[in-house]
T-cell receptor
Framework: GQQLNQSPQSMFIQEGEDVSMNCTSS?????WLWYKQDPGEGPVLLIA?????ELTSNGRLTAQFGITRKDSFLNISASIPSDVGIYFC???????????????FGKGTLLTVNP | DSGVTQTPKHLITATGQRVTLRCSPR?????VYWYQQSLDQGLQFLIQ???????AKGNILERFSAQQFPDLHSELNLSSLELGDSALYFC?????????????FGNGTRLTVT
């Protein structure tokens, strides 16, 4: 099946620093999504990307859908302690309106922010 | 709050037993997905339903089954449980089966098999 390589696996940064993480795949995806998971909770959608080359921001978060459709990155600027958590990328494939759309998830990036 | 409700939050049971996990999707969402999350495997797709019909299967064991009812809630049945089935089980819902309809997750059921 399809696999996503998400890196880095973990990051330890100081409050105020910028963060960058990415996902790559050998397969093409139609959508890229970024989720954040806090302990004891389900993943929460941060940003959804629908077109190759698309750059989208959500507050201090910015994500891009790679031109080749095989990768995506997420940047967090001016990190704060509540940014701590696990960040997952997910690639979506299948045709719009069809029955076979599904998401494949990366294994996550654990972010720790030191105050 | 994602609007997706999962019950129970925690479940502890013994090997060989059977359990049922329940999910109520967000209001208006027709599609329900089940995922298993373990430490070493990340989020693994199990099965997907749309408006009562099974649409896609992932890495779901034969001991596991699911269904989506007319009121759109879904249940995941796990039988002949093994220690390795201990994991977080997430339900997610979306409005449609479409790349433009992202998934929203519940807070999961933590299953512990002893």
């Amino acid at each position: 099946g399809q696999q996503l390589n998400q890196s880095p696996q973990s990051m330890f940064i100081q409050e105020g620093e910028d963060v960058s993480m990415n996902c790559t795949s050998s397969s093409i995806f139609n959508t890229w999504l970024w989720y954040k998971q806090d302990p004891g909770e389900g993943p929460v959608l941060l940003i959804a990307l629908y077109k190759a080359g698309e750059l989208t921001s959500n507050g201090r978060l910015t994500a891009q859908f790679g031109i080749t459709r095989k990768d995506s990155f997420l940047n967090i600027s001016a990190s704060i302690p509540s940014d701590v958590g696990i960040y997952f990328c997910a690639g979506g494939d299948g045709n719009s309106g069809g029955s076979n759309y599904k998401l494949t998830f990366g294994k996550g990036t654990l972010l720790t922010v030191n105050p | 709050d994602s609007g997706v409700t999962q019950t129970p939050k925690h479940l502890i049971t013994a090997t060989g037993q059977r359990v049922t996990l329940r999910c109520s999707p967000r209001s208006g969402d027709l599609s329900v997905y089940w995922y298993q999350q373990s430490l070493d495997q990340g989020l693994q797709f199990l099965i997907q339903y749309y408006n009562g019909e099974e649409r896609a299967k992932g890495n779901i064991l034969e001991r596991f089954s699911a269904q989506q009812f007319p009121d759109l809630h879904s249940e995941l049945n796990l039988s002949s449980l093994e220690l390795g089935d201990s994991a977080l089980y997430f339900c997610a819902s979306s409005a449609r089966v479409s790349p433009n309809s992202p998934l929203h997750f519940g807070n999961g059921t933590r299953l512990t098999v002893t």
